[in-house]
């Protein structure tokens, strides 16, 4: 399985609180109605960015971007991304729903789960690192690092201290940004970072949390070298929505109603997405 994930904005002309409104309830009402987005992402996760947090108690800055928002959309395999954004239900329905800014970081990525508590519980606060890979790095020697070394050190310290609920390493697979031309999402910066780390905490970052510990500094600072930028990598701090999840055990959600074709919302569905001012019907409007 893959993330196909997207990091944005509120509009120039718009708000912070008018983005989170309509990404939350007008966004995922059309995303819950529309068949082929209910068929093709098994998770869907947002995440809406804390506000007041300061770039001096993270590993990693704040970007200059302002990004607010980060949604991770999980699929079986990477074609489904490239299909999904061109199926003509998705095209006429969401496409037209202009809610954010037209800049993204886009990426499609594999994940592995390095650290995981007993108890977790998806939700709360997250602390994403976005990261970027030194120049005379490949991909595939990025990987590699942090698969291996970063990650597996990592999670040794996380697991040592309380606070921090689970480790998820992200890394990218290589994309051709033609896949989005013509989409909603072809302004965005595909391929920027190399990798994403996901870190569920129990509490939000602060100058006396994980960022001021010296084992997780150290094991942090020292899997960075040769592999990542840290001058140019990025942070954000979150809270984590789930609103759909059809692949976690014990976690499942039900069957979208749009996929029983008995129901009310495959009905309205079935009557089609053209214009409401047809035509045949103006031109006979027009002979009576």
Do not use: C
Not at 23 to 38: D, K
Not at 167 to 183: M, S, W
Request: no cysteine; hydrophobic share 40%.
């Amino acid at each position: 399985m893959l993330k196909f994930t997207l990091a944005s904005r509120h509009m120039e002309t718009g708000t912070r609180e008018r983005f989170f409104y309509e990404w939350s309830h007008i966004h995922v009402a059309l995303m819950l109605t529309t068949p082929s987005v209910m068929r093709a992402f098994k998770r869907y996760v947002q995440h809406f960015n804390v506000p007041d947090v300061r770039s001096q108690d993270l590993f990693y800055p704040l970007s200059s971007e302002q990004w607010e928002s980060f949604a991770e959309h999980h699929v079986d395999r990477y074609d489904d991304v490239v299909k999904i954004v061109r199926e003509p239900d998705y095209v006429a329905r969401m496409q037209p729903h202009k809610f954010s800014s037209h800049r993204f970081i886009t990426s499609i990525s594999e994940f592995q789960t390095a650290y995981q508590r007993p108890d977790f519980r998806s939700g709360g606060v997250k602390l994403l690192h976005f990261l970027k890979k030194s120049p005379d790095f490949t991909q595939a020697d990025f990987r590699k690092r942090m698969l291996n070394v970063r990650a597996p050190k990592l999670a040794k310290a996380f697991s040592e201290r309380p606070g921090i609920r689970k480790y998820v390493v992200n890394t990218l697979l290589d994309v051709d940004p033609a896949i989005f031309k013509g989409t909603l999402f072809e302004f965005g910066s595909t391929g920027l970072y190399a990798g994403i780390e996901e870190l569920w905490l129990d509490n939000a970052p602060s100058s006396g949390g994980i960022t001021a510990d010296k084992e997780v500094a150290d094991a942090i600072r020292t899997t960075e070298q040769g592999a990542i930028d840290s001058t140019e990598s990025i942070s954000m701090v979150v809270v984590e929505r789930v609103v759909w999840d059809f692949v976690t055990p014990g976690a499942t959600s039900p069957v979208p109603a749009i996929l029983n074709p008995d129901s009310l919302e495959s009905m309205i569905d079935g009557q089609g997405y053209r214009p409401w001012e047809l035509q045949e019907i103006a031109a006979a409007v027009a002979r009576d």
